[in-house]
């Protein structure tokens, strides 16, 4: 991976596609004021150097409730008995490839993580801290916080309109 450069044709590429990455590269150019072939030259390159890591769809839980339920989420925090940096990389790669934990921070003061987690119900929901929380020695605390609604959500990295 090699150095990048970004310039206010990236961070207002960037900017678009964090809002919506299902336009086209023509629709894209045409919004950032670009030809077609260099804003496909350009997302390539902010894609190969990692600063745009992947593109997901985000789903609607409500619309998909009557199919699969509401499901549960929780914002959980997590102490360790052991803090040394080996205990905390020990914790993250134990969480990283569990589905039901969507997000994962090392935070501070307080905790030592912050997850958020989703599961199908409070069945499921047990079984994953039995999994990942009882099972681990190292685990000292886990407090859990039961979301009732979500009123907000989002994923957009707040970047400045030029440089």
């Given at each position: 991976m090699s150095a990048l450069t970004l310039d206010n044709i990236?961070?207002?590429?960037?900017?678009?596609?964090?809002?919506?990455?299902?336009?086209?590269?023509?629709?894209?150019?045409?919004?950032?004021?670009?030809?077609?072939?260099?804003?496909?030259?350009r997302v390539k390159r902010l894609k190969d150097t990692g600063l745009i890591e992947r593109e997901i769809a985000v789903l609607s839980t409500d619309k998909l409730a009557s199919e699969l339920g509401h499901g549960l989420t929780a914002v959980v925090e997590i102490t360790l008995d052991r803090q040394d940096q080996a205990a905390l990389e020990v914790f993250e790669q134990r969480v990283a490839p569990i589905d039901a934990v969507q997000q994962c921070y090392?935070?501070?003061?307080?905790?030592?993580?912050c997850l958020v987690v989703h599961a199908a119900n409070m069945p499921d929901y047990?079984?994953?801290?039995q999994q990942l929380f009882t099972a681990d020695a190292n685990v000292r605390n886990v407090?859990?916080?039961?979301?009732?609604?979500?009123?907000?959500f989002g994923a957009s990295l707040p970047l400045p309109e030029s440089l």
């Open positions: 990236d961070l207002q590429l960037l900017a678009q596609l964090q809002t919506n990455t299902a336009l086209t590269n023509q629709e894209l150019a045409e919004r950032v004021h670009v030809s077609p072939p260099t804003c496909l030259r090392r935070v501070s003061p307080g905790p030592d993580f047990l079984a994953l801290t407090k859990s916080f039961f979301s009732l609604k979500r009123s907000k």
